[in-house]
């Protein structure tokens, strides 16, 4: 059985940062691709940032060049940098993991609290 653990979030005022943490412990696993959500009051769960195994990222469109996506393997942890925060960025973050154990499967964090205010 595969957990992620977040951690990072809280209160920021408008234009400020937060870094995102996310780790994954268990054994007999590895990780594809590793991502993160938020969802507002409301609305959606939207995907924010993706980065594949190899490396690769994409963002939501909004949020191009304030944020960040990075992962450190040996740690088993995705990362998310968070630049110039705006309110409208307040939301819960989940990051979602792809993990292969036998087949393939995706998990969730517990989510984490971001809030901005203005």
């Known amino acids: 059985q595969v957990q992620l653990v977040e951690s990072g979030g809280g209160l920021v005022q408008a234009g400020g940062s937060l870094r995102l943490s996310c780790a994954a412990s268990g054994s007999g696993f590895s990780i594809n691709a590793m991502a993160w959500y938020r969802q507002a009051p409301g609305k959606q769960r939207e995907l924010v940032a993706v980065?594949?195994?190899?490396?690769?990222?994409n963002y939501e469109d909004s949020v191009k060049g304030r944020f960040t996506i990075s992962r450190d393997n040996a740690k088993n942890t995705v990362y998310l940098q968070m630049n110039t925060l705006k309110p409208e960025d307040t939301a819960v973050y989940y990051c979602n993991v792809e993990v292969k154990m036998g087949s393939l499967r995706f998990v969730w964090g517990q989510g984490t609290q971001v809030t901005v205010s203005s």
């Open positions: 980065i594949s195994s190899a490396g690769r990222t």
